[in-house]
């Protein structure tokens, strides 16, 4: 048996979207190794055809998120040490999303999803006019940069169980933007977002319980955005935001 000081024993899905399993392969350990470090070692020593994502290599780009274990991480910055005591580690395509190959998954939901809560920022002033002001020290402010550095990399969405069963919910990374949407006074849809993020499949179908906010690879809290959304619609309705 391989010892598991000096080894991995690593588990990775090979397939696609109708058939596949587990292969087993050994790698070396190494210092400061990463999760992303073994995958490629597999690719490059062992499975040429492997497929998996990554760009940046430093946290940035988000794209090189996977199942760990059965936890949904940035495998970039996810140190082997951290997450693989017992010198096995099970390495998967992220949970909630349908599987290109082996550890890719189709993302296309995740940012349709995205589209239809109205990600996209609406200015309000023409060219011509001059920029519009921000108040830096505003609480709106506050609570938008909280959530502006997501990166985007479906982490929080493979995490939500709601997401398993409800395939409408549109899902914590989406209505987190929704929420920097609301809280940014130079977007000028704030009656269509708001309205989006609460309609069916919106925040109403949130459990509260965190697991989006735990797994969180920047500490982004979905599970306080979409509360703060909840409590935004209150106000709105009572005639009370903004007050
Ligand atoms: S708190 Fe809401 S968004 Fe986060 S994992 Fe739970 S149901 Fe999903
Ligand atoms: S909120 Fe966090 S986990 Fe979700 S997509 Fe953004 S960075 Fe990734
Ligand atoms: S490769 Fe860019 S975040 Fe991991």
Known sequence: MADSNETLTVRLWRGDATEGDYHTFTVPRRENQTVLDVVTEIQRRHAPDLAYRFACRVGVCGSCAMMVNDTPRWT??????????????????????????????????????????????????????????????????????????????????????????????????????????????????QRGTLDRAMDQGGCGSCHTQGNCMRACPVGISPTGAIAGIKRMSLLDFLGMRGR
């Open 76 to 189: 970039c910055r996810t140190h082997v040490s951290k997450v693989a005591g017992d010198g096995t580690l099970t390495v998967g395509p992220l949970r909630n999303m349908p599987v290109i190959r082996d550890l890719v998954a189709d993302m296309t939901e995740f940012f349709d999803k995205w589209q239809k809560a109205g990600g996209r920022f609406q200015g309000s002033r023409t060219r011509a006019e001059p920029m519009a002001e921000v108040d830096t020290t505003s609480k709106a402010r506050r609570h938008a940069d909280a959530s502006i550095e997501c990166i985007n990399c479906g982490v929080c969405y493979a995490a939500c169980d709601v997401v398993g069963w409800d395939k409408d919910y549109l899902g914590p990374a989406a209505l987190t933007r929704a929420w920097t949407l609301l809280n940014d006074t130079r977007h000028a849809d």
